[in-house]
C-alpha cells in the first residue's frame, strides 16, 4: 500500500510539473505573440509570428494572427501607394495649371493698360482677385504637396524653437506693419531645442502668422514655454468655440472666399504631427488661440 502511495504522488508530482511547465509555454507564448505583433505594426515586415509552444490552441491563435496581419500589410501597402499617387497627381496638376495662370496674369496686366469704362474696370478687378486667389492656392498646393511627398522633409536636426519664431516673425514684419500690428513676443532666455525638420517647422509657424496677419484686428502675442509649447493669440470677434475648431478642417475660412485658401492651419496641423507635435485652437472671451507643442524626446 505504502508503494502504491508513493507512486500516486511521483506520478501526481510528474502531473503537476507538466502542468507548471505547459502553463510557462503558454505564458511565453503568450508574450510572444503581443511582442511579435507589436514588432509588425511598427514595422513593415513579411516574417510572421513564431512561438515557442506546441499547443493547438497556441499553434492556431498564431495562425490566426499571421493572417490578420498579411492582410493588413497589404491594406497598408496600398493605402501607402494610393496615397503617393495621390500626392504625386496634385504635384502634377499644381505644376501644369501654372504655365496657363501666367499666360492669364499676363494678359491682365496687359488689359490694365488699356482704357476701358468704369464696368469694365470693375470687372477686371474682380478678375484679377480670383486668379491671384487661384495662383495662390496652386501654389500652396505645389509646394506643400511637393514637401510632404518628399522622404527628406523627414530628415531632422537639432532647432531652437526660439530662434524659428524670430526669424518666421521677422519675415512677417512687413505684412504687420502694413495692418497695424505690432506682435508681442514672450520668449524664455533658456534655449527650448527640439529634432525637427527646419524647412516644414518653417512651413508650419508662416501659415499660423499669415493667419494672424489676415485676421487680426490688430493685435498678436506669441509666447514660448520651455516644454515646447507655442501660443499665437489675437482678438477675433466674429469667431466662436465651434468655428475655432473648424479652423483646422481642410478649405474652412472664417470669411470663405475672401482672400485665404482655407489650407493654412490644416498644412500646419498636417506637417506639426508628422513630427510629432500637435496643432489645436482655442476660442475665449473673443481671443483665438492657435497652440503649436513639440513635446520633448
Not at 499553434?59 to 490566426?64: E, F, G, I, T
Not at 475655432?244 to 485665404?260: D, K, M, P, W
Amino acid at each position: 500500500m505504502v508503494y502504491v502511495l508513493s507512486a500516486l504522488c511521483v506520478l501526481l508530482a510528474l502531473a503537476v510539473l507538466l502542468l507548471v511547465w505547459k502553463l510557462v509555454l503558454l505564458r511565453r507564448s503568450a508574450d510572444a505573440l503581443r511582442e511579435g505583433v507589436q514588432e509588425r505594426l511598427e514595422e513593415d515586415t513579411n516574417t510572421l509570428l513564431s512561438i515557442p509552444s506546441r499547443d493547438k490552441a497556441m499553434c492556431r491563435l498564431a495562425a490566426d494572427l499571421n493572417v490578420q496581419l498579411r492582410q493588413l500589410r497589404m491594406e497598408r501597402r496600398r493605402h501607402q501607394n494610393g496615397d503617393r499617387e495621390l500626392k504625386d497627381a496634385v504635384t502634377n496638376i499644381s505644376h501644369d495649371l501654372r504655365t496657363p495662370l501666367t499666360a492669364i496674369c499676363g494678359y491682365l496686366d496687359l488689359l490694365e493698360g488699356e482704357e476701358k469704362s468704369e464696368a469694365a474696370a470693375r470687372y477686371l478687378s474682380l478678375i484679377r482677385d480670383r486668379t491671384d486667389h487661384l495662383r495662390e492656392l496652386t501654389e500652396e498646393f505645389f509646394r506643400t504637396s511637393a514637401l510632404l511627398a518628399n522622404r527628406e522633409a523627414d530628415e531632422r536636426e537639432e532647432v531652437s524653437l526660439s530662434g524659428a519664431v524670430e526669424e518666421a516673425l521677422a519675415a512677417w514684419y512687413g505684412a504687420f506693419s502694413a495692418r497695424g500690428i505690432l506682435p508681442e513676443v514672450d520668449l524664455p532666455e533658456e534655449p527650448v531645442v527640439r529634432r525637427l525638420n527646419r524647412e516644414a517647422l518653417s512651413r508650419i509657424l508662416s501659415n499660423i502668422l499669415s493667419n494672424a496677419a489676415k485676421y487680426s484686428p490688430g493685435d498678436l502675442r506669441v509666447t514660448l514655454s520651455t516644454d515646447g509649447t507655442m501660443t499665437f493669440s489675437n482678438a477675433a470677434p466674429a469667431l466662436t468655440a465651434v468655428l475655432a475648431q473648424r479652423l483646422l478642417n481642410r478649405y474652412f475660412t472664417v470669411e470663405t472666399g475672401r482672400e485665404a485658401a482655407g489650407l493654412g492651419l490644416s498644412i500646419a496641423r498636417r506637417l506639426a504631427e508628422r513630427m510629432g507635435g500637435a496643432v489645436t485652437t482655442d476660442w475665449q472671451g473673443g481671443v483665438l488661440t492657435v497652440r503649436l507643442r513639440f513635446p520633448g524626446q
